[in-house]
């Protein structure tokens, strides 16, 4: 058994934002040092409140565990000269563990003898290294923006102003290096509430510390899982005023949820606070006022309890609990009556403009310095958008008709002034001013809908117009920045083109879409090649390449098998990846043949061994790939036999594949199923024809056509998934 670890880092106010991202990266960092320092542990746990960031940990052993290493060094024969000194090898393998030449060993192995050195470390108290290991936690702890203060170089999120480690009941010495002044000593002090009990408060172990903390007006866990800490404090607060009011949240549930977390980052101790605001801003659009309320005031609108109308009342959360409640609730109603005030001025200016005369409006709005404005952005993706209907939907004019008039007002309200004041508003007010004009409701909601899905876990478009309006507008991002070499890297990606990506993968599977990629991305780049960084081949290479890894990286969620997912996607000369809806039906095919070793790992072997002879046949010079089959040099009865079958079971996998239903994902599924099931029955017929045929017969006529019989088979497999790519799992 170990000791408890207790540790606080005291700061001023951490941003709500940051503080989700802040907790998450202190138990990757604490989880991380206690690897690499041998400290076996249980129970860790990290959370804090804004101005607190808490690592607890229930048992944390209390020596290091002992390392016993054999590191090799350099073969012998080079470690030592002519007279037996050491060369420049052997005293840098020494130097490098810290060791004099004579401490090493001479042990022989398969590859002669080399050098040794045998390390070992009994390992100290725990005690006596925790001081630099958590110094070392608060070095590494990343954050969105540091700052430094005082006298001292160290930079973090906020200025810390206390630290607070315990080991078991003893205080732990640091922080371990004395070149930073900025870091306070560490000690067993910590503080309450800012305003009502901003006081020092001893600590002795962690039971005491939740005690103490909760007494002095401060909730330190987030959520513990159990109904307890400021997550549910905030939403039971909010949802038991809001039933005073005879109301409920407004927002949706998922994004109540949010607003709770946010909320619950912002304060330490929630402080519910039922405001007002005037009717007549309910003439605003519902968006509008929620927008107003949640994104800029991180208040909580409501609506009717049961149902739809909004209410002019709202919810504030404040981390204080005045004398006079009332002077907080003005508070908050002041500023919020500033900002719908704002709101309403910018709705009565912009619906006295004609959403046809914002979309002119474009025209000054600069997109990129090297692909134009907005107005021409619009116009690519406009034209991309009729390319797209006819092969998705053609003869569909009424679509047509709705994608061009979406497509050509959809970026309109960019240059709105409410759109100006709420960015985040943009596509719903195009929504709500189409609506107003007496656009069809096909229209409107096309405008709105080509920007979902936003982000992860959003919402899919529900109509095809707003789906393909979004498909060519993300596609022409894509192809333009990807064209001038602003390609994704690491953590980087300044114009969101993964998203993008992302959101035209799942739009594509989600209407069961099947468009071919590199065709898609040949029309999008036409009128841009000229602006394009490298010749169109270079740009193109570019774009298509991300595009696969985007490809491979959505099917690779879930859990599916790399090694699948990759065969999948290099399945016909790699084209197999062009086609999401089509590489997701084969990879979930394979996945169920895969599912059966006994059928699956016997044709990965058979299909790898054809695949290693025509390789090897083609380095040697061996084998034409435009070279057929001659059926008249079928000599041996195996080789006749496997002549018929491969055309019995091709016939079946063209039958199998030609009454596929476009966009019927499922019957795309079974029906590489059914494939999948015909290949599969070929494989004894290839294996006896391994055992009684020579394929590299000394008769060169005899060797190409058995080359070419050997082709076909490989064709055959190959087209679904490349088999090469599978990796056999090992046997037990």
């Not at 307890?228 to 607060?237: E, F, K, L, T």
């Not at 086609?579 to 790898?608: G, Q």
Request: charged residues 30%; contains cysteine.
């Amino acid at each position: 058994m170990g000791k408890e670890l207790l540790f606080e880092i005291g700061t001023e106010e951490i941003p709500s934002t940051y503080m989700p991202g802040m907790i998450a990266a202190l138990r990757e960092r604490a989880e991380a040092a206690f690897g690499e320092a041998r400290l076996d542990y249980e129970g860790l746990e990290t959370f804090g409140t804004p101005r607190r960031l808490v690592l607890h940990v229930a048992d944390l052993s209390e020596r290091q565990k002992p390392l016993q290493e054999e590191i090799l060094g350099p073969p012998v024969r080079n470690a030592f000269d002519e007279d037996g000194n050491p060369t420049k090898a052997a005293l840098g393998f020494a130097r490098t563990n810290e060791v004099e030449v004579s401490e090493l060993k001479q042990v022989d192995t398969p590859k002669g003898a080399r050098l040794m050195y045998f390390r070992e470390d009994l390992g100290d108290e725990t005690k006596a290294v925790l001081g630099s290991l958590l110094t070392k936690v608060i070095q590494e702890l990343p954050s969105p923006k540091s700052m430094r203060w005082g006298a001292g170089k160290f930079s973090f999120v906020r200025p810390v102003q206390w630290i607070l480690a315990l080991y078991g009941q003893e205080g732990i010495d640091g922080p371990a290096s004395d070149e930073d002044t900025s870091l306070p000593l560490f000690s067993s002090v910590t503080y309450g509430h800012r305003f009502h009990k901003n006081k020092q408060l001893n600590i002795n172990n962690y039971q005491e510390y939740i005690h103490v903390l909760h007494e002095s007006t401060v909730e330190p866990v987030v959520d513990d899982g159990k109904g307890g800490g400021r997550v549910p404090m905030v939403r039971a607060d909010v949802l038991e005023v809001a039933g005073s009011l005879d109301a409920e949240p407004a927002a949706d549930p998922e994004a109540v949820e949010r607003l709770v977390e946010k909320v619950a980052h912002l304060v330490e101790w929630p402080f519910p606070v039922a405001c007002g605001f005037d009717d007549k801003f309910l003439d605003l659009p519902s968006e509008v006022i929620i927008s107003t309320l949640e994104v800029h005031q991180r208040c909580f609108a409501l609506r009717e309890k049961g149902g739809e109308r909004l209410i002019p009342s709202f919810i504030g959360v404040s981390n204080t609990h005045a004398k006079d409640m009332s002077v907080v609730r003005k508070g908050y109603e002041r500023v919020v009556r500033a900002r719908l005030e704002d709101a309403e001025f910018y709705w009565r200016q912009d619906l006295a403009t004609p959403l046809a005369d914002m979309a002119e409006e474009l025209k000054g709005v600069v997109y990129h310095p090297r692909l134009g404005t907005s107005w021409d952005k619009v116009e690519r993706f406009r034209r991309l958008g009729a390319w797209l209907c006819g092969k998705l939907a053609p003869g569909d004019g009424a679509l047509a008709k709705t994608v061009d008039e979406a497509a050509y007002l959809c970026k309109a309200d960019l240059t709105s002034g409410m759109v100006y004041e709420f960015p985040e508003l943009q596509g719903v007010m195009g929504r709500r001013y189409a609506e107003r004009e007496g656009r069809s409701e096909a229209v409107s909601r096309a405008i709105y809908e080509h920007y979902l899905p936003r982000g992860e876990g959003d919402d899919l478009p529900e109509d095809s117009a707003g789906a393909i309006v979004g498909l060519a507008d993300r596609m022409d991002t894509i192809v333009g920045m990807l064209g001038l070499g602003y390609l994704p890297s690491g953590s980087e990606d300044p114009y969101a083109l993964r998203r993008a990506a992302n959101a035209i993968l799942l739009i594509l599977e989600d209407r069961g879409f099947r468009i071919s990629l590199p065709e898609w991305v040949k029309v999008a780049s036409e009128p841009l090649a000229d602006k394009f960084k490298g010749d169109s081949a270079e740009a193109a290479e570019r774009i298509l390449g991300f595009l696969r890894n985007r490809v491979s990286a959505y099917l690779s969620r879930g859990g599916a098998r790399g090694d699948l997912v990759e065969a999948v996607l290099a399945a016909g000369e790699d084209s197999g990846w062009r086609n999401v809806l089509d590489a997701r039906a084969r990879l979930r095919a394979l996945e169920r043949l895969a599912s059966s070793e006994e059928t699956f790992e016997p044709l990965t072997t058979t299909f790898k061994r054809v695949s290693n002879i025509i390789r090897q046949a083609k380095e040697g010079g061996e084998h034409d790939e435009a070279a057929g089959l001659d059926e008249r040099l079928l000599v041996d009865d195996a080789e006749k036999k496997l002549n018929a079958s491969l055309g019995a079971v091709s016939e079946a996998v063209e039958k199998a594949l030609a009454n596929v239903q476009a966009g019927d994902a499922a019957s795309l599924e079974e029906a590489y199923v059914s494939a999948n099931n015909s290949i599969a029955e070929i494989r004894p017929v290839v294996d006896d024809f391994f055992d009684e045929v020579m394929v590299m017969a000394e008769d060169a006529a005899l060797r190409k056509n058995r080359l070419a019989l050997m082709a076909g088979v490989g064709e055959l497999f190959s087209a679904n998934a490349d088999f090469t790519k599978i990796q056999l799992r090992a046997t037990k």
